[in-house]
C-alpha cells in the first residue's frame, strides 16, 4: 500500500467504515510510515477540535429574543 | 448491511414525530420545544454558510417560520431536523448570494483545489494543543481557519463533522451525490488539517516551516 492509497481511505478508517481485512493492511501501513500515521492523527484531532468548540456562540438573551420573535409570529399565524 | 442498532432505531420512532404530529394538530407548544431544540444548531449552521451574524439571526427565523408552515408538506421520510437543515442551508445560500452579487455562490459545482490533498506539513502536533490558546484566542483561530475553505467544503465539513448529519443525510441535504460529498469531506478535513498545523504542531515543526522565525 502506498501513501496515496492510504490517504483515500482515510476517511473511512476515521469513519470506521472499512472492511477487518483492510483494516489489517491499513494498519500495516501506518506501522511504518510515520508521515501517514502523522496525518492520521492530526485529521482526527481536526474533527474532534471543531466538534467540542463552540466557536458561533448563541448567547442567551439573544436566543430568548429570537425564539420569542418566532414563537409570536407563529401564534399569529406566520 | 444495517446494524442491530439502525434496525432498533427504525422500530422506535424518533421523538420529533410525535411533536410534529402535535404541531399538525394545532398545538404550537410542540413547536416551542422543536424550536428550542434546534435553535442552536439551525444558528451555527446559518453563521457557518453566511459569516454573518445579522444574516444569521434571520436565517434562523425564516427557518423556523417556513418549516412552520411548510409542515404539511414534510414527508417523514427524512428526519425533522435533517428537512429543517436543508430549508436553513437553502435561506443561508439565498442570503450569501445577495451580500455577493456578482459572485459566484455555489455549493454544487466541484472545486478544483488541490490545497492539502497531499499533505505537506507532517509535524506531529503537541499532546494538547488547545492547551497553548486561551478559549477566545482558541475559538478565533477555529473560525478564521475554517472560514478560509471554499463553501462547498465548509459545508459539507460542518454538517457531517460538526453537526453530526451522516454521509446521505449530509448528501441529500445539499442535493449532492454520496460520492462528492464523500470527495469533499476529505478535502475539508485536509485542508483544515493542513492550516491548523501552523497553529498547533510542535515547536520544532514551526521552526521547520519558517511560520515562527
Known amino acids: 500500500m502506498t501513501c496515496k ?53 448563541l448567547p442567551t438573551d439573544l436566543r430568548e429574543r429570537l425564539h420569542a420573535a418566532i414563537m409570536s409570529r407563529c401564534k399569529k399565524g406566520c | 448491511m444495517p446494524t442491530i442498532q439502525s434496525i432498533a432505531g427504525q422500530l422506535e420512532p424518533h421523538p420529533d414525530v410525535a411533536l410534529v404530529a402535535r404541531v399538525r394538530d394545532g398545538d404550537v407548544s410542540a413547536y416551542d420545544t422543536l424550536v428550542r431544540k434546534y435553535e442552536r444548531q439551525l444558528f451555527r449552521i446559518a453563521q457557518h454558510i453566511t459569516q454573518n451574524r445579522e444574516d444569521a439571526e434571520d436565517v434562523m427565523q425564516d427557518a423556523f417560520l417556513k418549516a412552520y408552515e411548510k409542515l404539511e408538506q414534510f414527508q417523514g421520510n427524512s428526519k425533522f431536523y435533517t428537512w429543517l437543515v436543508r430549508i436553513a442551508v437553502n435561506e443561508s445560500l439565498m442570503r ?3 451580500r455577493r452579487t456578482g459572485r459566484m455562490v455555489s455549493i454544487d459545482e466541484d472545486i478544483e483545489t488541490d490545497e492539502g490533498s497531499v499533505p505537506r506539513d507532517l509535524a506531529d502536533w503537541a499532546p494538547d494543543p488547545e492547551q497553548n490558546y486561551g478559549q477566545a484566542e482558541l475559538a478565533e483561530i477555529l473560525r478564521k481557519t475554517i472560514q478560509g475553505l471554499p463553501p462547498g467544503f465548509r459545508i459539507v465539513f460542518v454538517l457531517r463533522d460538526v453537526e453530526g448529519l451522516s454521509t446521505e443525510e449530509t448528501a441529500e441535504t445539499l442535493g449532492l451525490s454520496v460520492p462528492a460529498v464523500k470527495s469533499r469531506l ?10 491548523l498545523s501552523r497553529y498547533f504542531h510542535k515547536k520544532k515543526g514551526l521552526m521547520e516551516t519558517g511560520i515562527v522565525k
Do not use: W
Not at chain 2, 186 to 195: D, G, S, V
Open chain 2, 186 to 195: 476529505l478535502r475539508a478535513r485536509l485542508q483544515l488539517r493542513e492550516r
Open chain 2, 96 to 98: 450569501l448570494r445577495k
Open chain 1, 5 to 57: 492509497d492510504f490517504l483515500a481511505l482515510l476517511d473511512d478508517l476515521i469513519d470506521d467504515e472499512v472492511s477487518p481485512n483492510m483494516r489489517t493492511e491499513l494498519q500495516t501501513h501506518l506501522g511504518r510510515c510515520g508521515h501517514c500515521e502523522v496525518v492520521l492523527n492530526t485529521t482526527r484531532k481536526t474533527i474532534e477540535i471543531y466538534r467540542s468548540h463552540e466557536i458561533y456562540d
